[in-house]
């Protein structure tokens, strides 16, 4: 669990440098562990303020068919930002594609890797029941 934990930390640590190199309007300045430092602190960000907000905007998340979460996305990370030193964003928009980078790279980290404890129980529950085992 808590190994899961921290290989969950390194690899958003990844992105958020990914996408600091991305784009241009995101800086990050410090190594590894700032990295590390970043990936925590938009964890907790995402984890108190998050849900406060994606409730709150829920109104405008059906009006825009979703695409308001964007904006809240980048409300995070710019949230993220004002409580670092290390963390820089120049406007809005570059906000809004950091966001939008952050959450595909994840997305697509969490298709290759199995971080989360659901999607490899899951797993390991699909290859025990295989039918062919229970045919006797």
């Known amino acids: 669990m808590l190994l ?11 992105i958020i440098g990914v996408t600091a190199k991305i784009v241009s309007g995101i800086h990050v300045t410090g190594g590894f562990f700032t990295l590390l430092w970043l990936a925590v602190l938009f964890s907790l960000v995402n984890l108190i303020v998050g849900p406060i907000v994606r409730i709150l905007s829920i109104p405008l998340i059906v009006l825009t068919l979703g695409l308001f979460l964007l904006v809240v996305n980048a409300g995070l990370l710019g949230l993220t930002a004002l409580l670092s030193s290390h963390l820089a964003i120049d406007n809005f928009w ?3 594609l950091g966001g939008l980078l952050i959450s595909i790279f994840s997305w697509i980290a969490e298709l290759i890797l199995p971080l989360s404890a659901h999607r490899s129980e899951s797993r390991a529950s699909r290859s025990s029941s295989n039918p062919s085992q229970h045919m006797a």
């Not at 899961?4 to 990844?14: N, T």
């Open 4 to 14: 899961r934990a921290l290989v969950r930390l390194v690899v958003l640590a990844v």
């Open 94 to 96: 570059s906000a809004v």
